[in-house]
C-alpha cells in the first residue's frame, strides 16, 4: 500500500506553509528563493505544469511513511496527559482531507494532523520557553524525520507551523520530531502575531517578485543587522548564557595548556629515565612512537554545498 501524500496546496499559484522558511530565511538545505521564485513563474508561464519534487526524494519517503504512526503517537502522548488531569478530558487525531487556504495571501497549508483537545484546557510544559501552555479545542500536529538534529526544531520549522497557524486560525501547534537514534520528542508553540506578520510582508514580496519577475540577488552575502538586545525581555538570561559559553571557552583553554603542560613533563620524566613502559598502582604508561605511512597526492572529490551554525561572541570594541 502507498503512502498517503496530504499536499493540498497548488505550487505557482498558491504557497504551501512547508515552503515558507525558504521564501523568509532565503534558502534551506535543498534550494534558494531565487528557485522557487523562477520556478513558480514558470508554472505561471506554462513552461512547466509543477515544481521538481526530487531535490530529497529518501527525505519525502521517509516522512510519509513514518508519519501515520508518529502523528498516533502524538495523540497517544497528549491523550495519557488528559487523562492525569481531573474530569473527562481527551486528545482526539483527525487527518485533514483538504487544505487551509489564505486566499487574499495565495498561501496555504497542509497539515499532517489536527489536534483536539476534548473536555477542558490541558497544560502542556514548554521547556524551549520553560512555561506551561494550555491547550485547549484545536491545533496543528507537524511531524519532523530529522536524523541529522539532535536539537529541537528548526527555524525553518517554526516557520512552517506559524504559517500553518496562521491559514487555519488554530491557536497553538505541536512538532513531533524523530531525531537521531530514534529519540522522539514534542515540542508546543503558540500562534505569534509577530512571527505571522514577517511572514506575510515576506510572501507579499515574494509574489510581487513572481508577477513582475523580479529576481532575488541570493548570491550575494546578506548585510548582518544587529538588533539592539539591551532592554529585551530576554536580555538577562542570553547574558547569563554569553557569560557561561565564555567562561567554558577560557576553562577548555586552561585545561588543554594544563593537560599539554603534564604530557610534555611525563614524557621528558620517561626520556630522562630511558624508560618507555610503566606501571604505577592501576595505571599503565605507555611511550610509543608513531609512524604515518606516505600516501600519494589524490584529487578530492566533489561535495554538494552544506551548511553549519556558528556562532561567535565578541565584544564590541574589538571589532
Given at each position: ?81 488528559c487523562s492525569q488531569q481531573e474530569g473527562q478530558m481527551s486528545c482526539n487525531l483527525y487527518i485533514p482531507k483538504e487544505g487551509f487556504h489564505k486566499k487574499e ?215
Open positions: 500500500m502507498s503512502a498517503i501524500i496530504n499536499k493540498f496546496s497548488h505550487d505557482g499559484f498558491e504557497i504551501g506553509a512547508s515552503k515558507i522558511g525558504v521564501i523568509v530565511l532565503g534558502k534551506n538545505n535543498f534550494y534558494v528563493r531565487e528557485y522557487l521564485r523562477y520556478q513558480f513563474r514558470r508554472i505561471q508561464l506554462g513552461e512547466i505544469e509543477q515544481m521538481d519534487s526530487t531535490s530529497a526524494p529518501n527525505a519525502a519517503k521517509r516522512g510519509q511513511y513514518l508519519e501515520p504512526g508518529l502523528r498516533e503517537w502524538v495523540s497517544d502522548e497528549l491523550d495519557e496527559l495571501y495565495k498561501m496555504a497549508a497542509s497539515l499532517d494532523g489536527i489536534l483536539e483537545i476534548k473536555g477542558g484546557v490541558l497544560p502542556f510544559y514548554d521547556r524551549l520557553e520553560d512555561k506551561m501552555v494550555n491547550l485547549e479545542g484545536f491545533g496543528v500536529c507537524e511531524i519532523k524525520t530529522q536524523g541529522y538534529n539532535s536539537g529541537p526544531p528548526t527555524y525553518e520549522n517554526i516557520l512552517q507551523v506559524q504559517a500553518q497557524m496562521f491559514c487555519s486560525g488554530y491557536k497553538w501547534a505541536i512538532i513531533g520530531k524523530l531525531g537521531p537514534n530514534l529519540k522522539f520528542d514534542i515540542y508546543v508553540y503558540e500562534s505569534d502575531k509577530e512571527i505571522q506578520n514577517t511572514i506575510v510582508e515576506a510572501v507579499k514580496d515574494f509574489w510581487k517578485r513572481v508577477e513582475d519577475d523580479i529576481p532575488y540577488d541570493d548570491d550575494s552575502e546578506p548585510e548582518k543587522t544587529f538588533v539592539d538586545w539591551t532592554n529585551h525581555s530576554k536580555s538577562n538570561e542570553v547574558m547569563d548564557l554569553i557569560t557561561d559559553f565564555n567562561n567554558c571557552d577560557q576553562k577548555i583553554k586552561e585545561q588543554k595548556e594544563l593537560k599539554e603542560n603534564a604530557r610534555e613533563k611525563i614524557i621528558g620524566t620517561l626520556k630522562s629515565e630511558n624508560v618507555s613502559y610503566i606501571t604505577i598502582n592501576d595505571k599503565k604508561v605507555a611511550l610509543d612512537t608513531i609512524v604515518r605511512k606516505a600516501t600519494p597526492e589524490k584529487i578530492v572529490p566533489a561535495k554538494p554545498e552544506s551548511q553549519y551554525e556558528k556562532l561567535t561572541v565578541k565584544e564590541m570594541k574589538d571589532e
